[in-house]
């Protein structure tokens, strides 16, 4: 299976005698891995940190308030349900937004490409020029991109502008990945509720439970993201922490008052 499959991509080279680079050898010796599924990940971060967050601060607070486990396990599961439902829609909106300014600004380079192709052709010869060429070695380029409308223009979405096409399918997965992975992360600060009757000795649980997955999931956050492993366990754990503190805290002023 090949790497590209698991979100990987693979770049090989090799250099011939000449010095040049052989096409028939950019698949032999020297490959490159580039993790490529960064948005996934990103919306499986987004979901998971706050679901063990969000649910877990809110049965806190509500262990502080000596409610019964039953009461804070139906609210944390309402809780969770509708969380995941908001920060669903929450993906799927900004993952629309984000394709529908790419159509915008597509069609925008689009009109330029047609009404201004001199303009257009000085902005790629400006491109490159920042990256050391000179009139001599870009000047071939832009003429073969002047003669390929298409290249062209998403030359220009990706080096003039930055953006790159969005998958059409990225919106609905944004909100399916980012719901699952709330609902995921939402259970498991609740699961000692469902078994000890005692709502403070479920939050004991909770705590323990709760913060071990924090730190796993932080460990492992860091591991795909390319931080520092321990360090982003420990500040994910920290800041599940002091939520639920508030949280707790603020339940206890509450009742004292």
Known sequence: ????????????SRTSASGGVSSEMLLEDHQEKH??????????????????????ALAAGLSGANVPSYIILTAGLAEVAAGAISMGLGGYLAAKSEADHYMRELKREQ?????????EAVEIAEILAKYGLEPHEY??????????????????MKFELGLEKPDPKRALQSAL????????????????????????????????VTLAA?????????????DR???SAIQTAFIGAVASAAAYAMAKAVQAS
């Open 139 to 156: 000047g071939p380029v832009v003429n073969s991109l002047r003669k390929n409308p298409q290249a062209w223009l998403e030359f220009m």
């Open 111 to 119: 009109e330029e490409i047609i009404a201004v192709p001199d303009n």
């Open 1 to 12: 299976m090949m790497a590209a499959e698991h979100g990987w991509a693979v770049k090989s």
């Open 35 to 56: 993790f490529t599924a960064s948005d996934v990940v990103r919306d499986v971060i987004i979901g998971v940190s706050d679901g063990l967050t969000v649910p877990f």
């Open 229 to 231: 492993p321990l360090l």
């Open 214 to 226: 924090l730190l796993f999931f932080g460990y492992a956050k860091g591991r795909f993201t390319g």
């Open 177 to 208: 990945t980012i719901a699952v992975s709330y609902m995921v992360g939402g259970v498991v600060p609740l699961l000692p509720y469902v078994f000890i009757p005692t709502a403070m000795k479920a939050m004991f649980a909770s705590i323990g």
